[in-house]
């Protein structure tokens, strides 16, 4: 059974259609690629298969669990890495983690364990009980990327995953997610930094006005050319 | 210099030009020329109204206008009082986003704060004036007294913006300390100008002293500036205009600045939670989730009360409605509040414990059940007097309440699940019954013994998601 199947999605807001058709699949461990112009539908179809946008027509399933039949249990076969970290002001780093480890039905040795192994390896074990005001920008994005790294989940969505990271704590994600995707997680991320994606990914998705246009393994990737060009 | 004002002017020109098409728009969508000349001709009638209605005061305003000068300088400290409170969420001084990119090009950030800093006493001197000619328009006080409100005004208001602009930038418990003693100074001039010194000077003090500080800090007006926070206030103030926020059914929501929650955040706040407790991270969240929707609750809150008070007095059948009508109001209200808060963008990327969750959120609103059934319990109390039905109508009042609104969750926690979900049958009459033994409770005393069902549906197991 593929991990994550998404099938003939569409999606429009208004009379503008920002997917279509979208048909493709994911199997277990595979790290994918999306890739894009600006405008192009990546973080459209992101949102779409985490249930944040509304579809029009299609169906996607996480291990044979339908989105619109079982979205709560579908729910918890998925982790997200956003762009911009969304934490909560009135959260310290730790409730944070606590309301992440929570929610994925981690027991608390679990947890403290994956968050004693990550706050050390992002460096902000010093951090824990501090308010995301007081934090950098970086570390407020470090706390979110450990967030949905704590639990094991079926599918990770990552939203352009090295942004905001420093040097090391950018290494340290990358070989995580290796680890993960060899721990059976796939992984679907966006970025534009495509030196590093070639490192990681296993195949891409070449997403151009809300289509498709290829899907192939990363060794076959060669470049996107100007969206003005076209 | 010249170059800064010629982009400032080009700025505000074309922020009005903006602002006048959003305005044209909305108002073709809510006037046309009909009810355009009605709406002017009701303003006109209704000026005349009210200055025939002002006119019967005219002994009223000509006393206070004999005790201006008392209260004048009073006017004066509020306006003092009112800069420091606005200080907590208000630089004063528009400096926007547009003024803050025109910064960084090659112009100065002193001289396009300069012309802000001008636009706001323009803006002052303006609505002044607005309010000047609208007193002597519509009141009879004399023209002489006016001017002289006007001209104190005018000065304390300029006066005050450096200072408010001044104040915005401190952070933290330094306001709330700068609070404190500017009302403790204030006290005492006053207490010194009301028993030992002359009372004329009292009002020349409090603009010598405003004035004063305006000129020590007048140097340090653009050190330490919070520029972000400065221009996501502006920004928000600027395009958040109440007309076309109605036309167009969107809201430009204030920058929330829960500053003296921040304040005294308690060390024990920032400890983990006990993670072995179900609710008591989802309660926290319910809370945050309160306080930031608070104004939507209170309103609902406050029309169910409001519908239950004035519908007690009329009758047994119109008792049992408003009652009916008030559980369900407050029934609707914490559904949609219920959905509402998944939509916060963390809360909506992990995983739902919908029981957890459940139970967290209907313990935070047993409180405002018990708020209703307080009132309940009072209007019962003083319609029916004591006795043993009063009780079982309280006891079915309240097991409805948590019964309805519980029923709602559940079904609300399956579509949420399956988007095509039905309510079962049961779920579907439940709601229903339940509405018709809460009117016809007052004309039937007998009809709350059904309690009992509603408590043994209550107790039924339901299949947790």
Known sequence: MSQLVVENVTVAIGQESILKNIHFTVETGQLIALIGHNGAGKSTLMKTIMGWQEKQEGNISVQGIDQDQEFLHYKRQIAYIPEEPFLLSELTAMQHFQLYGKSYQLSEEKLNQKVEELTNLFEIKDKLNVYPESLSKGMRQKVQTICALLPEVDLLLIDEPFMGLDIHAAAALQQLLLEKTQGGTSILLTSHQLDRINQVADKYILLDKGEIREYDEMANFDTITRRTSQ | MSQAWSVFLFLRKNRIKKKQKLYNLALGVAFDWTISIYVGFYIVVLMAMVYDAVSQFENWFYSIEQLADQWIPLMVVALMVRTIILSFHSPGISFSSADWKAATLPILRQYVWLFTYFEAILKTVIWSFGLFLLAFILTPLSTGFLLKCLMILILTNCLLLLPQWYLYQIEGKKKVIIFLLVTVMLAIIRF?????????????????????????????????????????????????????????????????????????????????????????IYRKLWKINFRQEKAYFVQTLGVSIICLVLLSFRGDLVQGVSVAIAIFLFNKMSTSYFQAGFKDRLLHAIPWDMKAIKKAYLQRMTVFMGLIMVVLATLLVITEHLSIWVFLQLLLYGTSLYVLLELKLHITVKKMNDKWYTPTILEQLISPIIYILLISSFAYNLVSIFVIILLLYFFLPKKAI
């Open chain 2, 192 to 280: 010194v100008y009301l028993f030992v010194l002359p009372f004329e000077g009292f009002l020349y003090s409090l603009l010598a002293i405003i004035f004063s500080f305006n000129l020590v800090i007048w140097n340090k007006r653009l050190e330490k500036i919070n520029w972000q926070s400065v221009i996501e206030v502006v920004d928000t103030k600027i395009w958040s205009m109440f007309f076309i926020q109605k036309m167009s059914k969107t809201e430009t929501k204030p920058v929330q600045k829960p500053i003296l929650p921040a304040l005294f955040r308690s060390a024990k706040e920032k400890l983990p939670f006990p993670y072995h407790h179900e609710t008591m």
